[in-house]
């Protein structure tokens, strides 16, 4: 899930729809309501949010410190102009990458993907599964298996995405629905997360000979990788 922050809801509204039509959830916010929303969010919120992203109002070089108090996701600011003073103080801020607009979403994607990467492995807890016969992209495509494309529905790519970033932890079904649906989805039932992960561990098994997916009745789910 990712939150859009701007003062302008055209912008707000604009990126939600995108990310939509990739089928990521986000929420568009303005700043107060952010800075609101930040102070009371739960650590199990936070566990869901997989980037911020955040568009032009004052004081957005401050934010990204309250931010980090919080949340390890991400940090992505949006730009209207070309300006290298103002890229230098966001960098400064201890944003993660400043972008120039327009920009399309699967782009965000790709870079907070990027910034995922370099966060991990400087922490040595890398998020890659580049030893696994299955690779997982995290900015749109579909993953592959042994080098073959395992085209997937939206929603199953996204838990698979999911499990694979928190590879080793043990994952319960509401905390995938707040990630792959959104913290405040309350047209669906978290009950479907059930049926899209029983699909996906079929054709993973089918494809892959067993099941990376462990899962254990009512305490969740983790992503085990390659059979040792």
């Known amino acids: 899930m990712y939150i859009v922050v701007d003062d302008r809801q055209i912008v707000t509204s604009g990126y939600v729809a995108s990310f939509k039509r990739e089928g990521v959830s986000s929420i568009g916010l303005y700043s107060t309501e952010f800075s609101e929303w930040l ?24 934010y990204a410190e309250s931010i980090r108090r919080h949340s ?3 940090i992505i600011a949006l730009s209207d102009v ?4 103002e890229t230098l103080e966001l960098f400064t801020a201890k944003f993660d990458d400043v972008v120039r607009k327009p920009v399309h979403v699967r782009e965000i994607l790709a870079r907070s993907e990027a910034v995922w990467r370099r966060v991990n492995a400087s922490s040595g807890k890398a998020s890659s ?3 696994d016969r299955l690779k997982v992209f995290f900015d749109g495509r579909d993953p592959e298996i042994d080098g073959i494309p395992l085209t997937l529905p939206r929603r199953e790519r996204h838990i698979l995405e999911y499990l694979v970033r928190k590879k080793g932890h043990r994952l319960t079904k509401k905390q995938i629905f707040d990630a792959v649906y959104g ?3 309350d047209d669906v039932e978290d009950s479907v997360v ?35």
């Open 39 to 62: 102070e009371s969010a739960s650590d199990t919120d936070m566990e869901a949010i997989q980037g911020f992203v955040l568009g032009s109002f004052e004081q957005r070089a401050s």
């Open 72 to 74: 390890k996701a991400p």
């Open 82 to 85: 070309r300006s290298l003073e």
């Open 129 to 131: 599964n580049d030893s």
């Open 183 to 185: 913290l405040y989805s």
């Open 194 to 228: 059930e049926g899209h992960i029983s699909k996906l561990r079929k054709k993973l098994r089918q494809r892959l000979g067993y099941d990376p997916i462990d899962a254990k009745r009512y305490i969740g789910y983790s992503y085990t990788g390659a059979v040792s």
